[in-house]
């Protein structure tokens, strides 16, 4: 085919000249696979080549960006076991030491002739180096840039690829498709926000001349990133209103009793997130809330009460939630919670096997299974409820939104509402769930013991460990939590396995149980059970304990590689102890080695206990996507867009938005006649968001 003469925006990214069918393969591991996502990808960074020192010209203790040529490469360890990439980076004024530490996936990455970009602070062992730095591996065709101050994007790459290589494919697409990008935004909302248009902003993007125009160009990109988020949930919200539910009325018959017989008083923000619930359960309108608080701050008792509701107008209610182990510490907290007003919980997983899970299913069909809980297993086709009128989903964000939509759609409009156990800052909250009403509960109940976290070295373990033996010696459990199960011949990580024989062998005189999601189901319960009763001492575990277990009793957690973890997962972890009033520890077990940034990341976590703290540094570091798995929520993509940075480009848009919506909703104007096909385009995903 003639490629300069059929090549649109929805071409195969192959069809560009200098791709072809190999290239198009690597450009699909980055999500490139169209000439529309080649001109729409976003460089990671840019390089202003006005910035770029001579190797001569860089000064000890300062930061510095030099370009050159690999003249050696070197992989080895050192005296201590660690490995070591050395590497020494020539140009036309002298050379530099590169080192790497513990980054053997770097070993092959480096070979004399390559050219590098390398950012970092200048040190200086033996003679002046890089520790750790920044790099890009740059084509030669990019250092002899044809003016100085350049500005060069440096796009994601993967094996195979160079940032030439996208460099060009971009300036053929962009030269061959420019007249097919449509403007997306009318020319009110660019003037209003002080926008580039939609094709200036992509030839910026890629071909800037200076760094204003970079952060022009992205500001344009971020902002309809956010405001095409945020009209979808103000289009999904404005539907809701019109869509017919169920009106609920708090009798009491259940509600009272339940509250009379906690062995604590409710704190103000529970008592205040019960008010909200019961009053949207009221509504004719289905409920559509999102319930969330920090770790033990007593989500699952506000979400208990909302259920007897249900229950209390002779309604069905299910809890689902992510994991086997989750579901079945629900069933064992809540049949304690429910025994003394007749309520009982079903509990449905897949481990539920033959007559057992043949009658649960009856009975759930029937309507005697009036609470249900379970996991994946509730969405199998066979399990119809008689009269479901409310779904609780726990952990939401880990389910993917079809199956939260099938659960949902095993009712006729039920009220639905989403425990998130993981805090979320206000700012993401608003933006993720915009179409969901929002109850935070601020309060920890009272008289919850202190946590205390330190972070120790390896060669700190002993007397960690005696620390610890001095906990158990007063009555008090233990967890201990590693990364993964087995050993691992790729990994240097403490596995479950290794842990406990070296726990048993230093702990001889205490009782050690390990559990993690391999078990079977009736070995996890005994396990748990053992523990929860006081029968085992310390519990070797992975992350099957992150929620959902509350052992009062418990006031110590080793944490083996935290670097592998994420802050609220952490943070989660952490949530396991201090539930009782007694003070309790959490060590975290680091390397010496680590990364400069990581050791920061842990450093924070050391020092606070804020949850919602944490949540807004893991979102800076990783992106709201990785944190919470947005990509399963039906929303359009915000892969430029930061919540916290462009904040204030974040409200704008979703005022725009909403007012938008409300000024037009059908965008039935004609100026609004892209917008309506940009929200066509994404009425498939639309429909599912009622669920979150």
């Not at 993720?432 to 330190?454: A, F, M, N």
């Not at 396991?576 to 400069?596: A, E, K, M, T």
């Amino acid at each position: 085919m003639n490629k300069k003469t059929f090549l649109r925006l929805d071409s195969p990214v192959q069809y560009v000249k200098g791709i072809g069918p190999r290239r198009a393969g690597y450009l699909e591991k980055i999500g490139v696979q169209t000439v529309q996502d080649l001109i729409r990808l976003v460089p990671r960074r840019y390089v202003d080549y006005s910035t770029v020192s001579k190797i001569r010209d860089i000064r000890l203790d300062q930061e510095a960006s030099v370009i050159g040529k690999i003249q050696l490469a070197e992989a080895r360890r050192t005296r201590n076991r660690v490995s070591l990439i050395n590497a020494v980076l020539h140009d036309s004024t002298g050379s530099i030491v590169l080192k790497w530490f513990n980054r053997p996936d770097l070993k092959h990455k480096f070979k004399p002739g390559d050219w590098l970009l390398v950012s970092g602070k200048v040190t200086f062992y033996q003679r002046p180096q890089f520790v750790n730095p920044l790099y890009e591996m740059i084509a030669e065709q990019e250092t002899v840039q044809n003016k100085q101050g350049s500005v060069i994007p440096i796009y994601p790459l993967t094996e195979g690829l160079s940032n030439w290589n996208i460099r060009r494919a971009v300036r053929t697409a962009l030269g061959q498709c420019r007249e097919e990008i449509i403007e997306t935004l009318p020319r009110s909302l660019i003037d209003k926000n002080g926008l580039l248009p939609l094709d200036r902003a992509l030839q910026c993007l890629h071909f800037p001349v200076s760094t204003e125009e970079t952060a022009a160009a992205r500001n344009r990109l971020v902002y309809d990133e956010f405001f095409f988020f945020e009209l979808t949930l103000a289009r999904r919200k404005a539907q809701l209103q019109n869509r017919p539910g169920i009106t609920f009325r708090a009798t009491g018959a259940l509600t009272k009793r339940f509250v009379e017989q906690l062995p604590f008083t409710l704190t103000h923000s529970q008592t205040d997130a019960i008010e909200k619930i019961v009053s949207d359960m009221a509504r004719p309108q289905p409920m559509n809330r999102l319930l969330q608080g920090d770790v033990g701050s007593g989500k699952t008792v506000v979400a208990l009460y909302a259920i007897l509701v249900a229950l209390e107008n002779d309604y069905q209610a299910v809890l689902m939630a992510p994991t086997e182990i989750l579901a079945e510490q629900h069933s064992i907290v809540l049949r304690e919670m429910l025994a003394r007003i007749g309520v009982e919980p079903y509990l449905l997983t897949g481990s539920v096997k033959g007559k057992e899970h043949a009658a649960i299913v009856a009975k759930i069909a029937s309507g005697e299974a009036r609470l249900v809980l379970g996991t994946h297993a509730l969405l199998e086709q066979e399990i119809i409820f008689h009269r479901l009128g409310l779904v609780t989903v726990d952990e939401q964000h880990r389910f993917g939104v079809m199956q939260r939509a099938a659960l949902v759609s095993k009712g006729i409009n039920p009220d639905f509402l989403v425990i998130s156990a993981t805090p979320i800052p206000r700012t993401l909250a608003l933006t993720l769930y915009g179409d969901l009403d929002l109850s935070i509960i601020k309060e920890k109940p009272p008289q919850r013991g202190e946590v205390v976290t330190k972070i120790v070295g390896e060669k700190d373990r002993a007397s960690t460990y005696g620390f610890i033996r001095s906990i158990l010696a007063r009555g008090h459990q233990a967890f201990i939590i590693c990364p993964i199960i087995e050993r691992s011949e790729t990994m240097e990580l403490r596995s479950v396995e290794e842990v406990t024989d070296e726990i048993c062998a230093a702990f001889p005189e205490f009782k050690v149980g390990v559990i993690h999601g391999r078990l079977d189901t009736a070995s996890r319960i005994e396990i748990m059970n053992g523990y929860r009763l006081g029968k085992t001492s310390i519990l070797v575990a992975t992350t099957v304990i992150e929620v959902g277990v509350d052992i009062p009793n418990a006031t110590v957690m080793l944490i083996f590689h935290p670097e592998r973890f994420g802050l609220a997962q952490l943070h989660q972890l952490r949530g396991r102890i201090g539930r009782g009033d007694q003070r309790s520890y959490c060590f975290l077990v680091v390397n010496r080695y680590l990364q400069p940034e990581t050791y920061e990341r842990i450093s924070f976590f050391e020092k606070n206990n804020d949850g919602f703290a944490l949540a807004q540094k893991d979102i800076r570091l990783r992106g709201p996507g990785e944190v919470l798995g947005k990509r399963q929520h039906g929303l359009p993509d915000i892969a430029i867009g930061d919540l916290e940075y462009d904040r204030e480009l974040l409200d704008r848009a979703r005022d725009d938005a909403f007012a938008l919506m409300e000024e037009d909703p059908s965008m039935n104007r004609p100026e609004h006649a892209a917008i309506r096909l940009q929200l066509d385009n994404l009425a498939h995903r639309a429909e599912l968001l009622r669920i979150g």
